[in-house]
T-cell receptor, first 111, second 114 residues
Framework: DAKTTQPPSMDCAEGRAANLPCNHS???????VYWYRQIHSQGPQYIIH???NNETNEMASLIITEDRKSSTLILPHATLRDTAVYYC????????????FGQGTILTVHP | EPEVTQTPSHQVTQMGQEVILRCVPI?????FYWYRQILGQKVEFLVS????????KSEIFDDQFSVERPDGSNFTLKIRSTKLEDSAMYFC????????????FGPGTRLLVL
């Protein structure tokens, strides 16, 4: 599975959009980009995933560049409850599904 | 919305004792996982389980660990003789199937070995 690189921390004001970047320059054609988050020591929570098209759900939007070497998770209106560690994970679609977590990005949403 | 559940939420045990951590995956899911997170560290994969057998395991998952699906709903992780370094959060996850790899995690069991 491709390696990912994320900034260690980011800040965002409540109500503003939070844009979390992820580099995955070695991604291959059958690998998906997944985003999870972990609030305190709770279980990782699935947010969104994509292959090559941009995706949107009730939680977030995922923008994947045309060359697929990077992506951005967008939380459109961040709240204090979005303060968490955000993980970008790349995984092959045909594997048994082991997730390899990095250090992620600590997002702090300020009032 | 269906969710993965885990019991107990907290467990304290003495070094050398056996512990069993329990998970109830989402009911129609077919792939099951255990992960652990030592305090302040990354979430680490332990083992994946499919079709009643281990499909992949990490170096952490040594002979002290075992997994079982004793019935149609539970998925357990047993640590035979706990060590201090086994103290961690243990997360169970499950996945339906197919080429979409969305795993859903439970809330975790905090294990403290004294």
């Amino acid at each position: 599975d491709a390696k990912t690189t994320q900034p260690p921390s980011m800040d965002c004001a409540e109500g503003r959009a939070a844009n979390l970047p992820c580099n995955h320059s070695t991604i291959s054609g059958n690998e998906y980009v997944y985003w999870y988050r972990q609030i305190h020591s709770q279980g990782p929570q699935y947010i969104i995933h994509g292959l090559k098209n941009n995706e949107t759900n009730e939680m977030a939007s995922l923008i994947i560049t045309e060359d697929r070497k990077s992506s951005t998770l967008i939380l459109p209106h961040a709240t204090l409850r979005d303060t968490a560690v955000y993980y970008c994970i790349v995984i092959r679609g045909t594997s048994y599904g082991k997730l390899t977590f990095g250090q992620g990005t600590i997002l702090t949403v300020h009032p | 919305e269906p969710e993965v559940t885990q019991t107990p939420s907290h467990q304290v045990t003495q070094m050398g004792q056996e512990v069993i951590l329990r998970c109830v995956p989402i009911s129609n899911h077919l792939y099951f996982y255990w992960y652990r997170q030592i305090l302040g560290q990354k979430v680490e994969f332990l083992v994946s389980f499919y079709n009643n057998e281990i499909s992949e395991k990490s170096e952490i998952f040594d002979d002290q660990f075992s997994v079982e699906r004793p019935d149609g709903s539970n998925f357990t992780l047993k640590i035979r003789s706990t060590k201090l370094e086994d103290s961690a959060m243990y997360f169970c996850a499950s996945r339906l199937t197919g080429d979409q790899e969305t795993q859903y995690f439970g809330p975790g069991t905090r294990l403290l070995v004294l």
